[in-house]
Nanobody, 123 residues
Framework: QVQLVESGGGLVQAGGSLRLSCAAS????????MGWFRQAPGKEREFVAT????????YYTDSVKGRFTISRDNVKNTVYLQMNSLKPEDTAVYYC????????????????WGQGTQVTVSS
């Protein structure tokens, strides 16, 4: 079992930055690929970014490439999402998720989910 707790969300003006954190319980964090997803009001949850178990490879949805950076610290059992140049369309609840094995863009491939943290970007 892995428990995930996100933090770092909040209200920010367009062009600003936020860093989300996701702390994982358990001693096998490095066995899990990690992902960030988001759900905007009235929309389905969508993939944002994923990182491999070692942190050596990262992948992003096109709309956040060059603005967001996913990273992880396998000693601290934490995955991060640094979000720069935020836009109003980035407003959503952001979820982190853990997947045993290799990375995935697909929500159904993830085994564990956090409760989400709200990010609101004002124009």
């Amino acid at each position: 079992q892995v428990q995930l707790v996100e933090s770092g969300g909040g209200l920010v003006q367009a062009g600003g930055s936020l860093r989300l954190s996701c702390a994982a319980s358990g001693r096998t964090f490095s066995s899990y690929a990690m992902g960030w997803f988001r759900q905007a009001p009235g929309k389905e949850r969508e993939f944002v970014a994923t990182i491999t178990r070692s942190g050596g490879l990262t992948y992003y949805t096109d709309s956040v490439k060059g603005r967001f950076t996913i990273s992880r610290d396998n000693v601290k059992n934490t995955v991060y999402l640094q979000m720069n140049s935020l836009k109003p369309e980035d407003t959503a609840v952001y979820y982190c998720a853990a997947r045993a094995g290799s990375y995935s863009y697909v929500q159904s491939g993830y085994d564990y989910w956090g409760q989400g943290t709200q990010v609101t970007v004002s124009s």
